[in-house]
């Protein structure tokens, strides 16, 4: 009972902890060669990471396809749920007239790496074909690229431009290649790959040895240095809804892990899971226990 009631009290102090950071809204930017990327958005969320990436690629793609102009990439991240997706290219103005720079500006929840680069790879080669276009309707006609194929079997490693997304592992990351989300450990001499997975959600830190990687908002899985040729199962979370924030991850004692998700809707509790790591079992609903549901 006191070792229950000890963990309920760590909870409790680390979702206080983690409502007593303020919100600020997040504004990262990076320049790969003529690829400028903008991301705005509420929170430190992964997707951020995947804007880079897609940077670098871009300008690969400039590079084979032989454009210097200024491109420009804006991702307006819908963290909200409040308003449906939109992909709109144009070109940027100079005095009101058109300049041959193009300026890609995305409203999304999760972006797809291969798409934007079907959409960039779209811009140069038609530069001179349009003013203004709906970049959605462009990928329902443009199937397959050869370019992006190729552009695509070049490997990416997990960004580290931005601070608040590091992990103190460094054992442990992801690069992207051909459609797929590689983990893989790294030693001093070697780099073995884990698992490929189709998406990543978000990726964290659980302590020194150890990270957890969301594929979606519902599946995860365990990475520990100690055992990574065993890693922990497809971890699954039942009936889970959009929440708007990014998972907050806490290790309570060596074993229990929690998992809080805080709502901004008003209709909405905050929720509360745990995941007894040896056991590989989660308490799906913890707010409903400690009767906060």
């Not at 790959?193 to 969301?214: A, M, P, R, W």
């Not at 995860?220 to 890693?231: A, K, M, V």
């Not at 008003?266 to 906060?292: F, H, M, P, Y």
């Amino acid at each position: 009972m006191k070792k229950i009631n000890k963990l309920i009290l760590l909870l409790i102090l680390t979702i206080f902890s983690f409502k007593a950071y303020a919100h600020k809204n997040v504004n990262v930017t990076k320049t790969f060669g003529n690829v400028n990327i903008i991301f705005s958005t509420g929170y430190y969320y992964e997707e951020i990471n995947k804007a880079l990436i897609i940077g670098e690629y871009a300008k690969n793609i400039s590079t084979e396809l032989n454009f210097n102009n200024k491109i420009t990439i804006w991702f307006r991240h819908i963290y909200t749920k409040h308003q449906s997706n939109s992909y709109i290219i144009r070109h940027d103005l100079e005095n009101n007239k058109k300049s041959n720079e193009i300026f890609l500006e995305l409203y999304d929840t999760e972006y797809n790496i291969q798409k934007i680069l079907k959409l960039v790879e779209y811009s140069i080669v038609n530069i001179n074909n349009f003013d203004r276009i709906d970049g959605l309707e462009v990928l329902k006609k443009y199937k397959k690229s050869k370019i992006v194929k190729t552009i695509l079997k070049q490997k990416i490693y997990r960004p580290s431009y931005v601070k608040e997304l590091l992990s103190k592992n460094n054992g442990v990351s992801y690069y992207y290649q051909e459609n797929k989300y590689h983990i893989y450990i790294k030693t001093q001499t070697s780099e073995k790959e884990i698992i490929s997975l189709n998406n990543i959600y978000q990726f964290d830190k659980i302590d020194e040895y150890s990270n957890i990687v969301f594929e979606t908002n519902k599946v995860f899985y365990i990475f520990q240095n100690t055992n990574l040729n065993n890693p922990t199962d497809k971890c699954q979370i039942k009936n889970i809804e959009a929440f708007e924030t990014p998972y907050k991850i806490r290790l309570l004692t060596p074993n229990v892990l929690s998992m809080v998700l805080f709502s901004k809707s008003k209709t909405r509790k905050d929720r509360i899971i745990l995941l007894l790591i040896k056991e590989k079992k989660i308490i799906q609903n913890l707010e409903l226990i400690l009767g906060n549901g």
